[in-house]
């Protein structure tokens, strides 16, 4: 995970002198704020990624005299299937169109949004997936 903080980090200079060239140039104010936010997110995700790397172990990807087969076994968690995405998926289309059509639609996103939101994070806590 060093390597990924570093080049993030790296990217986020490279956005931030590009912001400022761009701006200084154009004197176009969405692009700059939008090359201004690409440049703040690349920071979290690079800052994460660095702060985070001290606290775990060493991955084959930061010893360069590594092998392919040091990165094999178990890498984490990962979910199983699960319908709650699709919920929210739908939710947020629907409570997009609402912002384009008209308010109203928000009525019938907002339960669905809800079943899905709850569905996800308590996905582990009941049915088949919850955890003795």
Same mark, same amino acid.
């Given at each position: 995970m060093k390597v990924q903080g570093h080049i993030f980090l790296w990217l986020a200079l490279f956005f931030l002198a590009t912001c400022a060239v761009y701006g200084l140039w154009s004197k176009e104010? #969405?692009?700059?704020?939008? *090359? @201004?936010?690409t440049f703040g997110l690349c920071l979290m995700v690079g800052f994460y990624l660095a702060f985070t790397a001290r606290r775990v172990d060493t991955g084959a990807q930061d010893n360069e005299t590594a092998d392919v087969a040091d990165d094999a076994g178990e890498l984490g @968690? @990962?979910? +199983?299937?699960?319908?709650?995405? *699709?919920? =929210?998926?739908?939710?947020?289309? *629907?409570?997009? =169109?609402? #912002? #384009?059509?008209?308010?109203? =639609?928000?009525? @019938?996103?907002? +339960?669905?949004l809800l079943i899905g939101l709850f569905g996800w994070v308590f996905e582990y806590y009941r049915g088949e997936n919850a955890t003795q």
């Open positions: 104010p #969405v692009g700059t704020t939008a *090359l @201004f936010l @968690f @990962f979910s +199983p299937h699960s319908w709650q995405p *699709l919920a =929210l998926g739908i939710g947020s289309a *629907l409570a997009f =169109l609402g #912002v #384009v059509f008209g308010w109203w =639609l928000l009525y @019938f996103s907002l +339960p669905i």
